[in-house]
Every structure is written in structure tokens, then in C-alpha cells.
């Protein structure tokens, strides 16, 4: 069991026990352990069955919650949370997950109106019954209902990381079993989709049918859904993520591949196609609908070259273009992870990075990086230790000298800025010329109406320190829909600037989104794609944010850190983007 997954069931249980008024110090106490694990750097169950470690050496980790990590490890769960599912129904921590409750408030709702599942909330809501409980009100009911609705548009739904985590598992265990020849995913992960509702893995090999057998017997698989000859189904993990294998023959694979990718709108048109030209395509092969003769199937790129198309990379394949720019042998260069050479949003002990710089440039040299920039956080953000004025230009001077000093690779001093609520920034324009990059985020005031947020916007892209716009719509992915702001103006805006926008590779908020990506270069805007990491293995989520930037039709040409040191240095120097290379189609 992962870290995060141990953290989620002591957090839960806590959130339980509020719900019950029980003591705050136990509650407290799960929450500490919670936090502790979901960022400790080991895993906690290795730890925890090593009879040579101890888990209670770890600050934050008594004797009670080590029995309790012991339990988990042991059954995948434990009995204070059993005890307190059996109190509260499992729909319980459904309301939860609604934005604008929390367990105290839930509390009441049970106390009052025996509310116990969403729709039970939500027809409170309808009846004007929530607002006559204490502390709520009008506003807050119906701050509920958007967040009931919310809830239901992502139910069902998992991050793309947690779905390549899954698959990865997975793939990793059918290909050690003798006799198989090939494994992967399809559907919605291949394509690189920012959250998936179930996951496709198609196996080929004599011993196949082996991998459906251990997909149903596989410890953690909850619910075996269905069970054929060719396929198996069933609910994996305590997420219950529906998993589907598919056992195929060698001839077939490539077909399936396209077929189980998708999208469905793309499959039309390709299939659509295909008849047009006297042809059935399936997830079987393509055949001649006359005699039923197979004239392609065993690879993708013979299904598309013998209906007339070049290969389409998966990320594409939403019918929104692809397909008529194959034919025309216009599809770009999409840009790939090998390309990029730098990282431009990380964070540091400085504020609430939990590594030092130098653990950080370690890491990202590790990764093969030529080039970092450190940007911590501004005062503003009190609660994160955010530099002041006199802190950030003691900082660039700090990374001048230890570039001089000697680093694993080259160091630029950076600020992740604030933009206030007027749209000024943070940290004064004198403290913000020392820094060789300032990247300028919201992280408030996220409900203004949508003319005063791109005023705001428009208001930042006016400082002359301003290089990147990070994370621009503030969404993080089935949790806070983005904010309103007219997203065309303050993307023109920024082309007409120099000012570049961020690609932030956290899998909670792979922001800009795929389709703005694509609208804003068509508006001339240039990107920067990074993690905005807070530890040592954040840096690894890049190829997240490279899959979004390939779902959004970019080349390597239209991202400032796929340059060279040098190439990077001038733009940085130039104060403008222009020195990017042309991006070409």
C-alpha cells in the first residue's frame, strides 16, 4: 500500500470521528500521522514490515498509530475505522469530498435531518432547510449545491497519474509472466486525458489468458465484475478503479490498440472512412467488407497508412482536426519529454519545499536537467514562509554564489509572485529586477466576477518583471473548477507582452488545460512546462505536463525550456520570448 493511500484512511477516520464529537486529541493525532506519511519519502509499509526498522522513529509516529499502520498493512484496514463505518454509512465520506462542508457540519446535518448520503443533501438544499441550522445559511446552501454538482461531474473519476501508477503496476507484473509478448494501456490514460474513469490494458502472448486469471486473484482487486474468455473486469484497489484486460491475438493487437484508445469521436470518422473505401475496421483488424479478407491489424501504423492516414500519436485523437491534418501530412512535431532540458517552478525549504536547493538541483542534474529556476513563494502566502523583499534579493544573491561556487547544473534565481487582488504584484519591481525569472500566480480571491479577475490578469501582465503566467486558471483537477476571466484577452495580452505561459505539471492541476493550450498558441502565445515541485520527486511529474502540452498540439519549438543553456540565457537576457525559434505550422 502506497503512502498516500495509508494517508487517506487515517484522514478519513479522522473526519469520521469529528463527525462523531469524539476526543480532538485522537483525531489530532490521526491527522498528524496522516500528514507525516503522505509526504515521508520512504514508504511506510516497507518500513513497517521490516523487522529491522522501527515506524514509531519517525516525529510524529507513537506506539498507537504504529499498531495502527501494522493493521493496515496487514488487512488494508483497521478497526477504529471499521468502528466508525459501522457508526456512519460509507456515503458519509462522500459528503465530505462536498465543497463547503466539513465534519462538523455534517454532524448537524445527521443530527437534524438524518442526512447520510448526497442526495439526501442535496434535497435539504432544494427545501431551504439547511439554512436554519446554526452558523449556515442562504449563501452556503447554495455554494453546496455547486458543490454537489461539482461531485457528481468528477465521481467516478481519477487523476491521470494515478491511472499511469496503476497501469504502470500492472504491466509491470503481466510482462514477468512467461509466455507474454505484449502489454499496455489504451483508452483515456494513453491518450494522455487529465482524469480517466477506468483503465484498458491489452495483452498478446500464448500465456494471455494467464493475465486475466491474475487480474480476478490479485490481492487487490475488491470486485470481480465479469469474467470471459478473452476478458476480465473487475474493481482494483480501495479506489475501486474498474480495471479491464483484454487477452488478444498477435494480428490483432494493433487494431485493438487504435480501437480501445478512441476516442469515440475519432473512431467514427476513421471508421466512417474506412467504409467509404470498401473497408470494416473493428478492434479486430481491418478487413476488405468484400471476401472479409484482413488487409491490416497486427500495428497502428498499418491500420492508419492503409486508409491513407499518417500515424496519429494517441494525445491527438479527439476529432478535432487530427485526422483531416494526417491525410495532409500537416500534423506537427509534437514535442517530447527528452527534449525538455530544464525546470522553471520548484519550491525549497525556503518556504514549503520540503528539500533544499541544493537537494533539488541535485535531483533535477539526476534527471539530466542543464538548467533550473528555484521560485519560491512570496510573502503574501504567509502561511508557506513567503519572502519579503529583502529575503528575495538576499536569495538571487545566494544563487549567484553558488553558481560561482560550483552546482551540478546551472541555478537562475526565480519568485513565484503573487498577483494581489488588483492585479499588482507581491513583491516590489526594484526586489524583483534581481531575480532572473519571476513567475505571477493567484492563489486568492478566486471568486471575483469574471471582468474584475481579467482585469486583474491584465494589471500583472503590465510589470516589467513579469516572464510566465503559472498555473493561469486556478483549477486543481476534481476539486476547484478554474475561475472565470476572459481567458482570449488575457491570452492575446500576453502574446503582445513576451509574457510565456506555464504548463504546471502537478498532477492535481495539469493547468492550462489541453484545449486553452491549444487556443493560446494559435494566439502566438509561448509556454513553459514544469512541475511546480515541493519535493525531490515532484520533478518526475514532467511528463505529465508534456503530455499536456502534446494534447494541445505543441512542438518543442513553441516551450522556452526545451533551449539550450545558452538559447535559454539569451530570451532570459532579452526580456521577451521573441528570441524563441519560429514554431513553424
Known sequence: MENKEIARLLSETADLME??????FRIRSYRNAAAVIASYPERIADIVCNPERRVTEISGIGKGIAAVLDEICRRGTFERRDEMLAKYPASALELLKIQ???????????????????????????????????RMGAKLEEKVLRGIEAYRKSAGRFLLSFGRRTADELIAEFSAIPGIEKVEAAG??????????????????????????????????????????????????????????RALPHESFGAAMQYFTGSKEHNVVLRTNAIKQGLTLNEYGLFAIEGNQRVAGESEEGVYNRLGYAWIPPELRENSGELEAALAGTLPKLVELSEIRGDLHMHTTETDGKATLREMADAAAALGYEYIAITDHSKALAMANGLNEERVVAFARQVRELNRAGLPLRVFSGLECDIMRDGSMDIAEDALAELDLVIGSVHSYFNLEPAEMTDRFLHALESPSLRILGHPTGRLLLQRDSYPFDFDRVAAQAAARGVLLEINASPERLDLPSSLVRAARQKGCRFTISTDAHRTSHLNNMRFGVTTARRGWLQSSDILNTLLLAEFEAVLRSRSASLLPSTGN
Do not use: M, W
Request: hydrophobic share 35%.
Open 19 to 24: 463527525i462523531a464529537a469524539e476526543d480532538g
Open 188 to 245: 483515456s490514460l494513453r491518450r494522455g486525458r487529465e482524469t480517466i474513469g477506468d483503465l484498458d490494458i491489452l495483452v498478446t502472448g500464448p500465456a494471455a489468458a494467464e493475465a486475466l486469471t491474475r487480474i480476478v486473484n490479485h490481492p487487490k482487486t475488491q470486485e470481480v465484475l465479469g469474467q470471459g474468455v478473452n476478458k476480465a473486469s473487475v474493481s482494483f484497489g480501495l479506489e475501486r478503479l474498474q480495471v479491464d484486460v
Open 100 to 134: 463547503g462542508l466539513g465534519p462538523k457540519s455534517i454532524a448537524l446535518l445527521y443530527e437534524h435531518h438524518g442526512v447520510k448520503t448526497v442526495d439526501d443533501l442535496e434535497r435539504i438544499c432544494r427545501e431551504h432547510k439547511l439554512r436554519d441550522l446554526p
